[in-house]
């Protein structure tokens, strides 16, 4: 009975910490579309390239609320056990290299550099590509948000093919997960309890 209500207390904690982080983070991209939206609606900015960088950022902070609320709907499916897979032919390449194009404007913005070391072998893999894409978001966004202060501002994709499937890694040149947390980072609510992690943004559920 103890270690039932530990249980039932410890997620009620998470799913409190969770809401108030999830709240945090629907704020602060809206408070910044909306002081952009106003400063350029007031005809505050004349300047053309400080127009052109307002509009960056508000498309920037949108697709950062969207894959926020992206990230909040997946995981309510799964856990309903209501997710829809649309497997289709790809080759793995194509989709990595669509995904740097796509994303590299905000890239660029903070300064990250992505280095694909791609295999040579074509091979087709049966792919749900909108997944896909979440997984190499969520595990790249973690990289570069904890890398931020690193002297080597790059992200490694490596992909080989071995026997039968493709290896893909993902490598940053940040801290790290220190290793007797590293078995936890895929826990639905979970964030390694460290000043690091204090001082950045984000709710614990885009890897798991």
């Known amino acids: 009975i103890y270690k039932l209500a530990d249980t039932h207390v410890t997620m009620s904690r998470k799913r409190s910490d969770f809401i108030s982080a999830v709240s945090h983070e629907l704020k602060t991209p809206l408070t910044a579309i909306r002081m952009y939206c106003e400063m350029l609606e007031s005809g505050f900015v004349i ?3 400080k127009r052109q960088s307002y509009y960056s950022k508000i498309s920037g902070e949108s697709s950062r609320l969207s894959r926020l609320i992206q990230n ?5 499916k799964i856990e309903r056990n209501y997710w829809n897979v649309e497997l289709k032919p790809y080759a793995l390449g194509d989709l990595i290299r669509e995904y740097k194009e796509t994303f590299q404007q ?3 913005q903070r300064e990250f550099e992505i280095n694909l070391d791609l295999k040579k072998e074509v091979t087709i893999h049966m792919i749900d590509k909108d997944a896909f894409f979440q997984i190499l978001v969520n595990i790249v966004e973690n990289s570069i948000k904890f890398s931020a202060n690193s002297q080597t501002k790059v992200i490694d994709i490596h992909t080989r093919l071995k ?3 493709t290896e893909m890694r993902i490598r940053d040149y940040g801290p790290g997960v220190p290793s007797g947390e590293a078995s936890k980072i895929f826990d639905v609510f979970y964030r390694v309890e460290e000043e690091l992690v204090r001082n950045t ?5 885009g890897l798991s």
């Not at 909040?72 to 309510?76: A, K």
């Not at 943004?201 to 559920?205: L, P, Y």
């Open 106 to 108: 905000s890239f660029d």
């Open 72 to 76: 909040v709907l997946d995981l309510s």
């Open 201 to 205: 943004t984000g709710t614990g559920i």
């Open 47 to 49: 300047d053309e390239f």
């Open 163 to 165: 026997d039968d499937y």
